[in-house]
Nanobody, 125 residues
Framework: QVQLVESGGGLVRAGGSLRLSCAAS????????MGWFRQAPGKEREFVAA????????KYADSVKGRFTISRDNALNTVSLQMNSLKPEDTAVYYC??????????????????WGQGTLVTVSS
């Protein structure tokens, strides 16, 4: 079983940037399509971005398209989320997630096989 640990969250002003990282241990990430989800206070967890096993295919939520970029390095067993032009509405706990059978998205959250513990991103106005 793989374990996921996120890092890189913090406090940033609107318009700023942050880079989140998700490090895996216990099993290679190559076995999983990976995704990022987020949950804002009082809201349901929502899909942010996903990347295929080999990194050739990516998918984004409309709310982050053009601002966020997901990437992976299977040799280093890491997945990253570069977040630019951050907005206060991006404030949330961000979770890394893995699914060996399908690209993670809102429709298959229940099928996610492994979750990280989350990292908090706060964007001030």
């Amino acid at each position: 079983q793989v374990q996921l640990v996120e890092s890189g969250g913090g406090l940033v002003r609107a318009g700023g940037s942050l880079r989140l990282s998700c490090a895996a241990s216990g099993r290679t990430l190559r076995s999983y399509a990976m995704g990022w989800f987020r949950q804002a206070p009082g809201k349901e967890r929502e899909f942010v971005a996903a990347i295929s096993h080999n990194g050739l295919y990516t998918k984004y939520a409309d709310s982050v398209k053009g601002r966020f970029t997901i990437s992976r390095d299977n040799a280093l067993n890491t997945v990253s989320l570069q977040m630019n032009s951050l907005k206060p509405e991006d404030t949330a706990v961000y979770y890394c997630a893995g699914n060996s059978r399908a690209l993670p998205d809102d429709a298959n959250q229940k099928a996610i096989e492994v979750w990280g513990q989350g990292t908090l991103v706060t964007v001030s106005s």
